[in-house]
């Protein structure tokens, strides 16, 4: 049982949530604000609008006055007799005439099998009779939707237009010489690659092709395949022990890395591979984080713990962990404030939780997650170091890998510290988080077809 939940899990990354339905959009706090002033009662005579120039009441036009091509005295002039006398040849002529229409449109609907003219009824003046309203255009066709792949390569194009067309133009008609070596090995640090992996590809390339012509190509090629030497051994499925009943998951890293909606993108794979899922919200700093932790729990159908603006987070992931355990949670999430790294005593708060947590499991928490942002650069290292000593992370996910020059940081990272990276963020959606993939992510990296 316990089994096929692990492989069930091993593999929720490939597939595709079921679709929840979206919790009722949360009020801002501005409109909120605008609501309540839009109903405060405002002062009476703000309200009144008082008329510039009031129409007196005897210059005042009225609908039943006398016609104006008869004036009073015609009327009077003509003898009643001969006015009743008119109207009732008058009405004689329009009974037969509308006798003789509707003879000729029973006659018409007789030979055609038309379906008759709608009857427009005749408004009154003022009015106007609205146009039919036109069919809806017909929706457009639901533009393809682009594979896993295509989405990192656009998410990667910057990162790998940059160090393409750099390594194009530096191998353009010159010979593989240490000059070039040099200068390959300079732009691929700039490019975040980090030491080890650029020493890599230039070492590869001098034993390959070594005083021979080289292209921009020949050097992307190998430069994909030294990446993936990298990145393979760390990229891994994020082992769920689903025996422990919750398999607790800590979710750290500096402010606004992407934590919490990396847990809302994860709370979705769970709970739609049909995993009980409780959010617990630990960072308990700022209301706005209390709120959108609760929202996602809501969109994804999990359970959600929160407790006072202000309380003990680590007292907070207590109560979560015994909570989840009593309604025998699959997973509990524990989301985090955001703290930089240099901070000690944020620091030692994160230290506090982990304590607490291995009270009720030594285990626990069983994964430390640190998420990090490929729009920092060069930070990250650092960040994964002290994050690594102080919380015992044992695995990582990059966000906003989409749109940014630096994604070769990554590389960096998983050269240096050889912490799985178990997922990778390309947007802000709740499908925007795919399982990492070494072969994957240098091919977009390098700006090669797959
Ligand atoms: N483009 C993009 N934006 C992302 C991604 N992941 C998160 N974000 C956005 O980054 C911003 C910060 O995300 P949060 O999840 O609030 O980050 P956090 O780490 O919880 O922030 P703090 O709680 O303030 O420390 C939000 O606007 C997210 O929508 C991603 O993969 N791509
Ligand atoms: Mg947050």
Known sequence: MALGFIKKVFTFGKEKPAEKPAAPAELTAEEKAAISAET??????????????????????????????????????????????????????????????????????????????????????????????????????????????????????????????????????????????EELEDLLIQADLGVETAL??????????????????????????????????????????????????????????GKTTTIGKLAAKLSGSGLKVMLAAGDTFRAAAIEQLKIWADRTGSTFIGTKLGADAAGLAYEGFERAKAEKSDVLIIDTAGRLQNKAELMAELEKIVRVLGKLDPDAPHTVLQTLDATTGQNALQQVEIFRNVAGVNGLIMTKLDGTARGGILVAIAAKHKLPVYFIGVGEGIDDLEPFEAEDFASAIAGIAR
């Open 40 to 181: 405060e009662p405002r002062d009476r005579d703000e309200d009144l609008a008082v008329a510039e120039d009031p129409v007196l009441a005897e210059q005042m036009e009225t609908a039943g006055g006398p016609a104006d091509d008869l004036s009073p005295e015609d009327i009077s002039m003509v003898p009643l007799e001969l006015l009743e006398a008119e109207a009732e040849e008058e009405k004689a002529e329009a009974l037969a005439a509308t006798a003789d229409d509707t003879k000729a449109e029973i006659e018409a609907a007789a030979v055609s099998d038309a379906p008759p003219e709608p009857v427009v009824p005749v408004l009154p003046k003022g009015f106007a009779a609205a146009e039919a309203r036109a069919p809806e255009p017909e929706a457009p066709a639901p533009a393809e939707k682009l594979s896993w792949f295509q989405r990192l390569k656009a998410g990667l194009f910057r990162t790998s237009s940059q160090l393409t067309s750099q390594i194009t133009a530096l191998f353009t008609k010159r010979k593989l010489d240490d000059e070039t070596l």
């Open 200 to 257: 890599r590809v230039t070492d590869t390339l001098a034993s390959e092709r070594y005083g021979k012509d080289v292209t921009g190509e020949d050097v992307t090629k190998i430069m994909a395949t030294e990446i993936v030497k990298v990145l393979k051994p760390v990229a891994k499925p994020l082992a769920l022990d689903l025996s422990h009943k919750p398999h607790v998951i800590l979710v750290v890293g500096v402010n606004g890395t």
